[in-house]
């Protein structure tokens, strides 16, 4: 069979050399990597896996049988999480049990079901139809906790505490008061004087506040909810680094 290039995957990326016109068509494909690069370095995900399978049916690439097993597997998981996200789009409501002091309404419980299916949502309904709701019923998934609420300023931080404390009572919550660490949940002197308590379920704090927690909060958190999401526009900002911490 006739190849028109080589591809390789290296440290979570694929590295693609070809073709004059081939390397033309998978920069079309992919407008986000370099079009100065003799080498198309383009990282690894489920999806590209699933975009170079189309493209290498047409135009085969030369791949080890490493690579190419790699490719296969993540262009089947794709295709199943798209099938996914369809079935739960299709019904229209969920079955799951939440364990919620009020019910989600069935639009909510897709949209908990959709960022639970796809480990990242943007949920953008019209103001006032519960998207807390929704970010609440997902906190009461499995292994969605301990999760992360970041807000504008002002009220809004203990609004949050509000809404979890009528829908799920159960969760343990703090507000940041302040934008330096100090020790979180109800923490009291134990016997020999040791700090004892039980941590948060969840954890709310304003945007800017965060950006002194960065350290102190980063890698602690299985789900993180964004409210007024566009806060975060600029990628390099002190407050977008800080919430991707």
Known sequence: MKTFGSIQ????????????????????????????????IITDTDEVC????????????????????RLRMGAKEHAAHGERIHQILLAGTSDRQLG??????????????LAYATKGLLLADDMGVGKSATA????????????LVATPAGIIPWQWQKEINRFAPALRTHVIKKGTP???????????????????????????RLRGW???LAGKFRTAIGDEIQKLINPKSEISRAFDH
């Open 100 to 113: 919620l002091a009020l019910p989600l309404r069935d639009y909510q419980k897709v949209g908990a079901e």
């Open 50 to 69: 699933r975009d170079l399978v189309w493209v290498m049916d047409r135009f085969p690439l030369s791949a080890s049988r490493r690579t190419r097993e």
């Open 214 to 216: 960065r350290d102190h």
């Open 136 to 147: 609440i019923g997902l906190m009461t998934m499995p292994g969605a906790l301990p999760a």
């Open 9 to 40: 995957h290296k440290k979570g990326a694929w590295h693609i050399v070809a073709e004059p016109h081939v390397m033309v068509r998978l920069k079309r494909v992919f407008p986000r990597v370099s079009q100065r690069l003799a080498t198309l």
């Open 182 to 208: 100090y020790e979180l949940g109800a923490v009291k002197r134990g016997p020999g004087g040791t700090l004892v308590g039980e941590q948060p379920d969840v954890v709310i704090s304003t945007y800017y």
